[in-house]
């Protein structure tokens, strides 16, 4: 498995495509994705810090650090950081554990400037491809519901909050695969071709 930067890993989807001139793609899902995606990911982000807010001496208590000081604030950042760092490795490596061949037919995209994500350098089936992109969503929101079940409101809210806004674009890519792909395509990258 290699790292490999956005830009390679365009030139090579572009490459593998040219030798299958009947294929077609479907880049243009990113113009509605980037439009409806910032403002719902900034609610969502806005919803999370008013129940910070309103939770603020909780979250002081449970790490033990006193309110209102320089100390909190850095303490709340470093929270964030290593939970996003911690819910982006399990979501990558979930993407990797669920595509076929595994290892042997991934790469890590690296995005400028702190995004990476896994992705495949084989044809896919669309039934493969719907798995791929959705497995990360449900399996960390299922390891959510102790949280929620066991009183930790707050904790599985931040969770919730993050698990989605890392997953929008696979939520997105989704359901826009399953209404406009036919259903026996095979898929690389943005391309796609139908089987005979
Ligand atoms: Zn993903």
Request: hydrophobic share 50%.
């Amino acid at each position: 498995m290699k790292v490999i930067t956005e830009h390679v890993f365009s030139n090579l989807i572009c490459k593998v495509s040219e030798n299958y001139p009947n294929c077609n793609i479907y880049s243009h899902w990113k113009t509605a994705y980037k439009k409806y995606i910032t403002p719902i990911n900034c609610v969502l982000y806005a919803a999370f810090g008013v129940l910070l807010a309103k939770n603020i001496s909780q979250i002081c208590s449970v790490f033990n650090i006193e309110e209102v000081n320089i100390q909190l604030f850095f303490c709340l950042v470093l929270i964030a950081v290593v939970s996003l760092i911690t819910l982006t490795i399990l979501h990558e490596s979930i993407h990797l554990l669920i595509l076929p061949h595994k290892i042997k037919t991934a790469v890590i995209v690296y995005k400028f400037p702190f995004s990476i994500s896994v992705e495949h350098c084989v044809w896919l089936r669309k039934s493969q491809k719907l798995f791929v992109l959705i497995s990360p969503v449900l399996l960390i929101s299922f390891f959510v519901i102790p949280f929620f079940i066991f009183h930790h409101y707050l904790l599985g809210c931040w969770l919730v909050v993050l698990n989605i806004s890392l997953a929008w674009s696979d939520i997105f890519s989704f359901f826009y695969i399953l209404k406009n792909i036919p259903r026996r395509a095979l898929m690389f990258g943005n391309f796609y071709q139908c089987q005979r």
